[in-house]
C-alpha cells in the first residue's frame, strides 16, 4: 500500500488526478491490482492536498479580516472615551470612521466568503480523510485474504474493485456536495452586494440630499 506523499509545493489551480496506471496484461495479478488501489489512494490524497491548501489559505484571510474588524471597532468605542478624558485627542467622530471600517472588513470576509469557504474546506477535507482511512483498512483485510498468492480469484478480484469503485464515489460525492454549497453561497453573495449597491444613494441625492415628502399645511377654518 502506496504511503501519502507531501505535496512539493502549491497544488495546480483546478483538481488533477493521477494519471491510471498502466497495467500488464494478467490484470487481475495481486501485484496489479496493489498499483490499482495506490493509484485510487494517491488521487484521494490529492484532493485532500488541494483542499487543504485552499483551507489554510483561506484561514489566514478570514483571520486577518476578523482581527482588523474586531481591532477597530475596538478603537471605534475607545476613541470618544479618550477623548473626553482630554479634549486633545482625536475628536469622537473618528470613533464612527473606525467602526465604518470595520463594518466594511466583516462585510469583506462575508462577501468574499473567506469564513464560510475555510469552514467548507475542513468539512470537505476531514470527510476525504476519513473516506481513504477506511478504504485502506479495507485493503488490507483484502490483501490478508489473497495468502500472498499472484492471482487473485475471480471473488476476490470483484471485492476488491467494489472497495475502489466506494473509494471514488466517495470521492466525487464530497467534491461535487461542496461544489454545489459553493455554488449556492455565490448567488447569496452577488444577490447581497447587488442588494446593497441599489440601496447607495443616487448622484442626485449626493448633491441636493435626499427628498423629503412635505406635509401639507392645513388652512385656518373661519370662524
Known amino acids: 500500500m502506496g ?4 505535496g512539493s509545493g ?9 494519471p491510471v496506471p498502466r497495467l500488464p496484461t494478467d490484470a487481475a495479478s495481486v501485484a496489479s491490482l496493489a498499483a490499482i488501489f495506490c493509484w485510487a489512494e494517491e488521487s484521494t490524497e490529492a484532493v485532500i492536498r488541494w483542499y487543504l491548501w485552499r483551507k489554510t489559505s483561506r484561514a489566514r484571510w478570514s483571520k486577518t479580516f476578523r482581527a482588523l474588524a474586531v481591532s477597530l471597532g475596538v478603537g471605534g468605542g475607545i476613541v470618544p472615551l479618550l477623548h473626553g478624558a482630554d479634549d486633545r485627542l482625536p475628536s469622537p467622530e473618528w470613533g464612527f470612521v ?11 470576509d462575508r462577501l468574499s466568503g473567506f469564513s464560510s469557504s475555510w469552514m467548507r474546506f475542513m468539512r470537505t477535507q476531514a470527510a476525504l480523510q476519513y ?4 478504504a485502506r483498512v479495507r485493503y488490507l483485510a483484502w490483501r490478508s485474504g489473497t495468502s500472498g498468492g499472484e492471482a487473485a ?5 470483484r471485492e476488491f474493485f ?10 466525487a460525492k464530497s467534491v461535487l456536495e461542496e461544489t454545489s454549497v459553493w455554488a449556492d453561497d455565490l448567488v447569496v453573495q452577488i444577490e447581497q452586494a447587488t442588494s446593497r449597491l441599489t440601496a447607495l444613494p443616487q448622484g442626485d441625492d449626493l448633491v441636493n440630499g435626499p427628498k423629503v415628502a412635505q406635509a401639507p399645511i392645513a388652512g385656518r377654518r373661519g370662524g
Open 3 to 6: 504511503e501519502p506523499r507531501a
Open 10 to 18: 502549491r497544488p495546480p489551480r483546478n483538481l488533477r488526478y493521477p
Open 98 to 108: 473606525l467602526l465604518a471600517a470595520a463594518g466594511g472588513f466583516v462585510l469583506a
Open 131 to 134: 473516506e481513504v482511512n477506511r
Open 153 to 157: 480469484q475471480p471473488a476476490q478480484t
Open 162 to 171: 467494489r472497495i475502489i469503485d466506494g473509494l471514488m464515489t466517495a470521492i
